[in-house]
């Protein structure tokens, strides 16, 4: 209960200490100098329209692997089925990014239909269609989802704090995954992680977990903080 109780006050669960244990790569994905670059107004507009063009890739992937975790939802027994509401209020976001992203290109001149996804990005979606394999277990699918939306909403967040110099025309960008709606429902991702990383780490010390499932959810969490870091590399890239 000592764990729940503090994971409800939102002060601790099994993620904040990850987090702290993987604090170097956690601040390399979430302030990472194309990030720094946006916020101090320094950032070079090819390196963000490469960006913006390999993102829109990226995301239609991330359609797909939510999907995966909205599946996965619905089969598990306990009260998970509540989560799906959560899951599915995030892939109506997704809905209205893949238009966002189009009007943005179009403002760009950035023709999303000649992008070809690059290096990084074809590892990172490698990776995502990994996990949508129905053997990945919901807690590890689930910590993952929320670790791919929480570096967004971290990394734009901090380009929209007061005294920061994100020109005008990036103030969109920042707002789509900084605004304080997609921070509510970055948390609520993470407490439904949070409570079934606590039943995976009760189950291990009652001896019942099959495969180290916590094990397994703290790897992929790294996993997806260096495909973070490796995806923003990409857009400084000069390929
Ligand atoms: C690479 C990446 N990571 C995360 C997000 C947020 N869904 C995104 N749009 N693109």
Wanted: include cysteine; charge should be negative; aromatic fraction near 10%.
């Amino acid at each position: 209960m000592e764990g729940k109780a503090k994971e409800e006050a939102g002060k601790g669960g099994v993620i904040d200490t990850w987090l702290r244990k993987h604090r170097l790569i956690y601040i390399g994905a979430t302030r990472h100098p194309f990030i720094l670059a946006i916020r101090d107004g320094t950032v070079n507009y090819s390196s963000f329209k490469k960006w913006l063009g390999q993102d829109y890739i990226f995301v239609r992937e991330f359609v797909a692997f939510a999907a995966s975790v909205l599946v996965k939802a619905w089969k598990e027994s306990d009260d998970s089925k509540g989560d799906t509401e959560v899951i599915l209020g995030g892939m109506a976001g997704l809905h209205d990014e893949i238009a966002w992203f189009k009007k943005e290109a179009s403002k760009w001149g950035v023709e999303l239909s000649e992008t070809v996804p690059q290096k990084a990005n074809q590892v990172y979606c490698r990776f995502l269609e990994s996990l949508m394999s129905p053997e990945v277990d919901y807690t590890v699918a689930i910590t993952v989802f929320w670790a791919i939306e929480a570096v967004y909403q971290e990394s734009f967040a901090h380009c929209l704090e007061p005294d920061t110099n994100t020109p005008p025309e990036l103030q969109e960008v920042c707002q789509r995954w900084g605004n304080d709606g997609f921070g509510q429902y970055c948390h609520s991702l993470k407490k439904i992680a949070n409570r079934l990383l606590e039943k995976a780490s009760d189950d291990l010390i009652m001896g019942k977990a099959g495969d180290d499932v916590l094990k397994k959810a703290e790897v992929e969490l790294i996993r997806v903080l260096e495909h973070e870091v490796e995806f923003w590399n990409m857009s400084r890239g000069t390929a």
